[in-house]
């Protein structure tokens, strides 16, 4: 501790009063009532703990500055000085032959009775005062030494509303506030004295007084907000300031009066739209709204899951040092971005600014998830510049205040557990708003979440079967009391690889920070950037994938005919596919449920996913059709981890023997449409590697046997030709879905089709093979997987389209389908080109 001479002067609470009619005498002993009230009520703890590091001299006149003027933080700070032996803030200073009323000042003051309004002041008053005296020789010996008074500032031990709503925050704090702040949260006050500010350096370092006064209020200044962020968090509240911030900036200002006088309004009405925009758009973080939702989630979490898994955080905490921030999940449920933020909060991390769809706000919800950091965003704005413009700047800004962004590229919560095709729109925005100023390098975080039950299951069977989707709406809420209800099991959220922006933007410019990007320019080479940054993320998230119990029962049963095993057979079929996935070496980062084949499968059964029904010959295990639908949602989650492997299974379906040399041939042609549907990691370079590592592998399991070139599965009615089988049943639905398209193309004609054309007669002949062969499978007709293929078969040179923009393909395309015989049964082939429609039949059954 460091002990400072007290000053022998009076101190002045006791011998002046502040202009409000009180006599002095009285002003005094009602403060020493106030100071004796808040000695008996408020704890505080007096940081840096070893006051010695402060470095304050105990031979020189020391005068304090306050963060900010509250006589609550004036009396906690007195007392503790009284404690310390050290001089008392009340007392008048000494200066040369003239004295100062009092040893402090405040870097800001609020004016006001009820409502609290910040004085617009540059320096303090008593601070001014203080400097004023620069012509004397003592001025140089003073320290100004800066305090922070914070109440109710731990975050992390509270498990009190009334705690959370009162404690120290960025907002501005009126009397009765302030009052109710020191009654609930007094005992956890923080007091933080600072290293002080020698007058005399700064005096022989500036010209004159004025100039020292700026120098030392700047540096004040800067030491209170370190000292505020280190402790609450950064300041992220002021919407209404970063929305003025916003509506002036050169670029909105520019769209402002295009808008004005393309829709011949005024300019004023024009920038009146903007702030409508803008207000529409903001997030209104509010750090007590976050501690109470932390409270409510720690609740809810708890109710639902069995728990909340994370893995390779570590990674993360090292990669992210130095670096903004912006979180890629994959979407799959409403639950994903709380789940991430509350996450983040409890390993330390301020929860990110989440760009959520303008659907979401609704009355009461919106204005909660605002505080909780949610800006809203419109689906589609292309055709609206001012709002382009509003959003850029919003996202810009934002991002320059070290705030981390979190965005959901895929657009849209996934329907099929698939990955869904990404969307560069807020990627783009992100890209040109670190280019306009790059003063700290942007990292991406993709994210992967795992479930075993979902929440919204029913409502995405409905929407994949053909029923509208229902937008968003205050009834949903009735559902929550049914989800409380349920056992959803466990979560997992695995981080995966980070990218560095810098990295990729050197790769495809290496001039790029010789660039002047000016507001609204896209230089050529970013939709290059764009692209290559989606890929990499979706890629990323499939390489830190999680294999929970439920996504291996789910793989292994629909691979059944009925959905549908012997216990010992289901037992020894998860055992295969845990085996697979670990023998392929996908990433590093992919993580295996540690759970045996037994326990998986009474898991199972604790669920509610899976039934088992006894028999004299042996238990079954088996799921009803209406669940069977719901688990293509989890086998489709680590699809990608198998899809190698699986396809060489299926390609021994129809045949026993295979040459490597024609295996290798064939999957050159099949991955690129793989890889675009699955996000798939491999170049094409790297193929013929992973397809010899995926045969080794199903060698080391016995699944398959080699001989020379020629690699030949075991006969046909033996336990390994069936858990062959069922490992390429994981998959024959997506070569199905291959050969309806090859098959409608084929039965119409090159040149017979336009793009949309295809699509719904593609999707109409799967519904009814569905319908006729297979269980209700809703996302075997998935529009989106047929899109993708479609796009895949352009890229890969099987289809282009001619001048009518009709779609026109080759023998490639032919052969092509030929080889699917290697894939598909006969029968399978034969199903699927009777129920492929003509378009002839399609326009005749409209007319």
């Known amino acids: 501790m460091v002990n400072l001479p007290p000053r022998t002067s009076t101190p002045v609470m006791q011998r002046t009063s502040p202009s409000i009619g009180l006599p002095a005498r009285l002003y005094g002993a009602w403060l020493n009532l106030l100071r004796r009230i808040l000695h008996w009520w408020v704890r505080t703890t007096v940081l840096p703990e070893d006051l010695s590091e402060l470095d304050i001299d105990p031979e020189r006149p020391v005068f304090y500055v306050l963060d900010t003027y509250a006589l609550s933080s004036l009396l906690i700070v007195d007392e503790v000085c009284r404690k310390l032996g050290w001089p008392r803030p009340g007392e008048a200073f000494r200066v040369g032959e003239g004295m100062l009323p009092r040893s402090y000042g405040a870097s800001r003051r609020y004016g006001g009775v009820f409502i609290r309004r910040l004085q617009r002041r540059r320096h303090s008053q008593m601070l001014r005062q203080l400097l004023g005296h620069a012509d004397t020789t003592d001025i140089a010996q003073v320290q100004i030494v800066p305090v922070s008074v914070l109440i109710g500032r ?28 020191t009654v609930i949260n007094g005992r956890a006050t923080m007091v933080q004295f600072g290293k002080p500010v020698d007058v005399g350096e700064v005096l022989a370092e500036t010209e004159d007084s004025s100039q020292a006064l700026g120098r030392i209020s700047r540096v004040l200044r800067v030491h209170f907000k370190r000292v505020r962020t280190a402790a609450i968090g950064p300041d992220r509240s002021h919407r209404r300031t970063l929305v003025e911030r916003v509506i002036r900036s050169e670029s909105v200002q520019q769209a402002i009066t295009a808008k004005a006088r393309r829709d011949d309004i005024s ?8 702030r409508k925009y803008a207000r529409e758009i903001s997030a209104d973080y509010s750090y007590a709204f976050v501690r109470i939702a932390d409270l409510l989630l720690t609740w809810f979490w708890s109710r639902i899951y069995r728990g909340v898994v994370v893995h390779h955080f570590s990674q993360f905490r090292e990669a992210q040092a130095g670096h903004e921030i912006v979180y890629v999940p994959c979407h799959r449920s409403h639950i994903d971005y709380m789940l991430l933020s509350y996450l983040l909060y409890h390993r330390g991390f301020v929860p990110p600014h989440i760009a959520a769809g303008v659907n979401l706000n609704m009355p009461l919800v919106g204005p909660l998830l605002r505080r909780g950091g949610a800006f809203f965003l419109r689906r589609s704005f292309r055709s609206q510049p001012l709002y382009a413009a509003v959003f850029n700047q919003y996202v810009t800004l934002i991002l320059d205040r070290g705030v981390a962004l979190e965005y959901f590229i895929e657009g849209t919560r996934s329907r099929t557990g698939r ?11 992100t890209v040109r708003a670190f280019l306009r100023n790059p003063s700290r390098p942007l990292l991406f975080q993709p994210v992967y979440i795992g479930y075993e039950r979902l929440a919204e299951g029913s409502s ?12 968003e709406s205050l009834s949903d809420f009735r559902n929550l009391v049914n989800i409380l ?4 099991g466990e979560v997992t959220v695995s981080f995966g690889e980070p990218i560095k922006l810098e990295s990729m933007l050197d790769d495809h410019n290496p001039g790029w920070r010789g660039e002047k990007l000016d507001n609204g320019s896209k230089p050529p080479w970013l939709g290059d950037v764009v692209d290559d940054l989606s890929e990499r993320i979706m890629v990323n998230i499939n390489r830190s994938a999680d294999v929970n119990p439920v996504n291996l029962l789910a793989t292994a049963l629909l691979a059944s005919r009925k959905h549908a095993l012997d216990e010992d057979d289901l037992e020894k079929m998860i055992g295969v596919l845990k085996n697979v996935v670990r023998l392929s070496s996908y990433s590093d980062r992919i993580t295996i449920t540690r759970m045996t084949p037994g326990q998986v ?3 199972g059964l604790e669920l509610g996913i899976v039934e088992r029904q006894e028999h004299r010959l042996g238990n079954i295990i088996r799921t009803d059709a209406t669940r069977a639908v719901l688990l293509t949602y989890f086998r489709n989650n680590t699809a990608h981890l198998l899809a190698v492997t699986a396809w060489i299974a299926c390609c021994f379906l129809n045949t026993q023997r295979v040459r490597r040399s024609r295996l290798r041939n064939l999957s050159r042609t099949v991955y690129p449409f793989l890889q675009r549907e699955l996000f798939l990691p491999w170049s094409d370079e790297e193929l013929d590697g992973v397809v010899e590592r995926c045969i080794d592998s199903l060698i080391e399991l016995e699944l398959l046997r080699a001989s020379g070139d020629v690699l030949q599965r075991a006969p046909g009615g033996s336990d390994e030709s069936y858990y062959l089988r069922l490992l390429g049943g994981s998959l024959l639905q997506t070569f199905e879905r291959y050969f309806i398209t090859m098959a409608v193309l084929v039965k119409n004609g090159s040149g017979k089709l336009n793009r949309r054309q295809l699509e719904q007669l593609c999707i109409l002949a799967a519904q009814r093979i569905s319908l006729l062969h297979e269980f209700e499978a809703p996302e075997f007709y998935d529009r989106t997987l047929f899109r993708q293929f479609i796009e895949a078969m352009f890229e890969s040179g099987f289809l282009s389209r001619d001048e009518d923009s009709c779609l026109v393909f080759g023998k490639q395309l032919e052969t092509f389908a030929r080889d699917a015989k290697l894939v598909l049964s006969k029968e399978i082939r034969h199903t699927i080109i009777q129920v492929t429609p003509e378009l002839l039949e399609l326009t005749g059954e409209e007319s």
Do not use: T
């Open 460 to 471: 995405y069977i409905s929407e994949l079967s053909g029923q509208q989707k229902k937008p």
């Open 485 to 488: 209800r349920k056992n959803y």
């Open 601 to 603: 499968v009474e898991y």
């Open 267 to 274: 300019e004023d009405k024009a920038e009146l739209i903007a």
């Open 154 to 181: 731990a975050p992390d031990k509270e498990d009190s509303i009334f705690k959370i709503l009162f404690s120290e925050n960025w907002g501005v704090a009126g009397r009765i506030r302030r009052l109710f702040s």
């Open 419 to 429: 990955l869904l095709p990404p969307k560069g729109g807020m990627l783009s925005i």
